[in-house]
């Protein structure tokens, strides 16, 4: 991919990347009053939502156009650069005449090629391919969908572009609003090693105590940046209530965190150690995966009378594993009782959950 540094507003975003503000711009006093705080406590990108997707109708679904104006109020005001979601051809050419600095794609639109190639065309059509758009991950977790969403801009010669993880949807309970499945934005800056990864911790957490761990395992994982939903009055917000923190709180979060701008740690044992936690937490997630596959199948052999021990197909995959573990430079052995380990407690999940 060929990609361009990222310059909104004739400045060059260095990491790391802050974008802050309301989940939408609701009035114009709520905007300016939020604006002011943030662009007092640093922040120099002003995110906010025009047209919100909202998942029932009847919910509040952005104030629309008129708010692009005070978004540009917004910026003269306080100088900082703006940014809004985009979803149509529609939004992109009113979010660009308002001087819009920075579009952002969000989640349920990055998934949906017809969009993604109308908003490209749109932004060819205006001449406008030099400015910034940042792609949120889709909602579903398809690490092929989001790259083939920026692709599709690449291609039609937008290359000031960014990835914005916001966490995935899946089925089940969990502390998360949206899945952060880390493995999936660590492939993507594996195989785009020059895309910025923003995070977004607003919309992955949910809720406003999940805010700082995340962003600090974002930082510490060595994305650009972040972006932040900040309310002057987040209880009263319209939308997003629970997740959004005053400009102070964020103030001080943004204080506390430990930003990685060393290119090479002095101290190497601290890096790896991070990346080995993160690993496992990527491994105890995927074995968590392996357990509920094999709690299904416990539910299918129970259902045809099938006994839970099958010898043979447990051979299978000790013999496959264990030859593709050698070719990775892996011990035998050490394959053998990983997986007797393995199946040992996939059975008893097996046994236990059919009582
Ligand atoms: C947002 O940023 O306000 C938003 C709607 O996010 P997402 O597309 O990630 O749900
Ligand atoms: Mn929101």
Known sequence: MQLLPLEAGGRRLTSPIIM?????????????????????????????????????????????EPALVWMRQAKELTGMLTA???????????????????LWIGARTSGNPFA??????????LGATDVPVFVKNPLNPDLGLWIGALQRLENSGIRRLAAIHRGFSIYGESIYRNEPLWRI??????????????CDPSHIGG???????????AMD?????????????PDNAWSDAAQQITPDTLSEILGRLRYRDTPVAPDGIEELRKQIDSIDAELLDVLARRM????????????????????????????????????????????????????????????????
Request: glycine share 8%; proline share 7%; aromatic share 4%.
């Open 84 to 102: 809004v979601e985009v979803a149509t051809p529609r939004h992109v050419e009113a979010a660009l005449s308002a001087g819009t600095d920075i």
């Open 207 to 217: 809720k406003r105590q999940l805010i700082e761990p995340i962003a600090q395992k």
């Open 221 to 233: 994982i060595g994305f650009d940046g972040l972006i932040i939903e900040s309310h002057c009055e």
């Open 292 to 355: 509920e596959v094999s709690r299904q199948i416990g539910e299918y052999k129970r259902a045809h009378s099938m006994p839970v021990v099958q010898p043979g197909r447990y051979s299978d995959i000790v013999a496959s594993r264990v030859k593709d573990a050698e070719r990775l430079g892996m011990n035998p052995e050490f394959m053998r009782s990983l997986l007797s380990a393995i199946h040992e407690e996939s059975v008893r999940q097996q046994l236990e959950n059919g009582e």
């Open 116 to 125: 993604v190639q109308e908003i490209a065309d749109e932004m060819v059509r």
């Open 185 to 198: 934005p660590l492939e993507l800056r594996r195989r785009l090693p020059d895309l910025p990864i923003i």
């Open 20 to 64: 802050a503000g309301p989940c939408s711009a609701e009035t114009p006093d709520r905007l300016f009053d939020t604006a002011s705080a943030l662009s007092q406590v640093g922040v120099g990108i002003l995110r906010a939502g025009i047209w919100k997707p909202r998942t029932s109708p009847g919910c509040f679904e952005g104030v629309g």
